[in-house]
């Protein structure tokens, strides 16, 4: 099935520094969700983007869902040795629609 | 908070039985979904429930069921469980007209 394409697929991070991520797609998307997935547990969601251009915050973690609307960013300022986890996007395309397309993942490790 | 649970967080099983996975979500959400994931592919939807007694096929239906007698509660069944069926299994839960979807803890099901 198909699947978004993210970048970087992985990073190493010293605690303290920010962290940017992105999440792109052949094709044009309604909606951007960005989640959040530990070892063995559920996905946890942390910001939906419902506009081209909008800008979302929740604590330290901003996404942005971009112009083009075929892309969409998460930025984690300061990270913390608990933002470890993989983060994926999840695109809906058709406002009716239930098919969601899910990002590759990008697997996040803090250097404490 | 959506609140989503599954009632198991591990099971294993032998090749053949029929297996039963719950879900259920306490914020009286109309749409619910059953996917698997696995590394590599992501997470695949294998149902999807628009409301009680509704259902949709996914993207992998073959060899699963599913049972929503009950707003609250999504059942997937494997009707005769195979080792290739060894997976997360997550459900999640979305209002009609909302886009953000919610999943549970998820279930490891091994079949041996």
């Known amino acids: 099935g198909q699947q978004l394409n993210q970048s970087p697929q992985s990073m190493f991070i010293q605690e303290g520094e920010d962290v940017s991520m992105n999440c792109t797609s052949s094709?044009?998307?309604?909606?951007w969700l960005w989640y959040k997935q530990d070892p063995g547990e559920g996905p946890v969601l942390l910001i939906a983007?419902?506009?081209?251009?909008e800008l979302t915050s929740n604590g330290r973690l901003t996404a942005q869902f971009g112009i083009t609307r075929k892309d969409s960013f998460l930025n984690i300022s300061a990270s913390i040795p608990s933002d470890v986890g993989i983060y994926f996007c999840?695109?809906?395309?058709?406002?009716?629609?239930?098919?969601?397309?899910f990002g590759t993942g990008t697997r996040l490790k803090v250097l404490a | 908070d959506v609140k989503v649970t599954q009632s198991s967080r591990y099971l294993v099983k032998r090749t053949g039985e029929k297996v039963f996975l719950e879900c259920v979500q306490d914020?009286?959400?109309?749409?619910m979904f059953w996917y698997r994931q696995d590394p590599g592919l992501g997470l695949r939807l294998i149902y999807f429930?628009?409301?009680?007694?509704?259902?949709e096929k996914g993207d992998i239906p073959e060899g699963y069921s599913v049972s929503r007698e009950k707003k609250e509660r999504f059942s997937l069944i494997l009707e005769s469980a195979s080792t290739n069926q060894t997976s997360m299994y997550l459900c999640?839960?979305?209002?009609?007209?909302?886009?953000?979807?919610?999943f549970g803890p998820g279930t490891r099901l091994t079949v041996t």
């Open positions: 999640a839960s979305r209002a009609y007209g909302d886009y953000e979807q919610y």
């Open positions: 094709s044009i998307f309604n909606t």
């Open positions: 983007l419902y506009k081209a251009g």
């Open positions: 999840a695109g809906l395309a058709t406002s009716g629609t239930y098919k969601y397309i």
């Open positions: 914020m009286d959400h109309e749409n």
């Open positions: 429930s628009y409301d009680v007694k509704m259902k």
